[in-house]
């Protein structure tokens, strides 16, 4: 009888050392694979921060690339509400314009303006964002500030060469109706509503084009 319930007791704590093998075996491999997940983490991060040392902050062509996509764009989609009518017939409504009806024309355009310029400045901001990869934001800004190096560029040649110089005018954008010099606080509020816009919609389609490649990088790493 002793033998037998040694027999039982033996059979019992086999089992029970093997349950027990089987759990640490179970909780080593786990841990082994937060050790494993940790360290590629590590190495995801170390990677990105060497890459973004190497080729971030602004990069001049990208920015470039994505100012002429912001140009050509606003030209295309100015020819297009021109074609359209959207654009109010302003050049033969003429410049003779004053009171309520300069008012209500240059609201119209300047909404059209800022509609054609936003959409400009998003996708010239992508452009920039896509190219350059990282900080999406800085691109966008430094395709604005393009934007504004050529707008400085074009009124000194107009200053000092006169109306032959002035390419804005011979494009043929959306403009107010209004001669420039009775132009006032509804003038200032135009410029600085552009200005701002521009900015934005830059701004935000370089972190657009930016998470592209985030995308892309997440892909990889789960592969």
Request: neutral net charge; aromatic residues 6%; charged residues 20%.
């Amino acid at each position: 009888m002793a033998r037998g319930h040694r027999g039982v007791g033996d059979s019992a704590g086999a089992t029970s050392l093997r349950q027990r093998d089987d759990g640490d075996s179970v909780r080593d491999e786990r841990e082994l694979d937060e050790r494993i997940d940790r360290r590629r983490t590590t190495a995801r991060a170390t990677r990105r921060e060497r890459q973004h040392e190497e080729f971030g902050g602004i990069s001049w062509l990208s920015t470039l690339v994505g100012w002429l996509a912001a140009a050509g764009l606003t030209a295309i989609l100015a020819g297009i509400l021109g074609a359209a009518g959207a654009a109010l017939a302003l050049n033969e409504v003429g410049n003779d314009v004053s009171g309520a009806e300069a008012e209500t024309i240059g609201l119209a355009s300047g909404i059209a303006l800022l509609l054609v310029l936003a959409i400009a400045y998003f996708f010239g901001g992508y452009a920039a964002g896509r190219m350059a990869r990282f900080d999406g934001a800085r691109q966008g800004v430094g395709v604005w500030l393009w934007g504004i190096i050529a707008a400085v560029i074009v009124a000194v040649l107009a200053a000092i060469g006169g109306s032959k110089y002035n390419v804005l005018d011979a494009l043929n954008l959306p403009r107010l109706p209004v001669d420039s010099g009775t132009l006032t606080s509804g003038g200032v509020i135009a410029l600085v509503a552009s200005i701002v816009v521009t900015l934005g919609a830059a701004v935000l389609g370089g972190k657009t084009g930016e998470r592209f490649h985030r995308k892309v990088d997440r892909v990889g790493d789960e592969a």
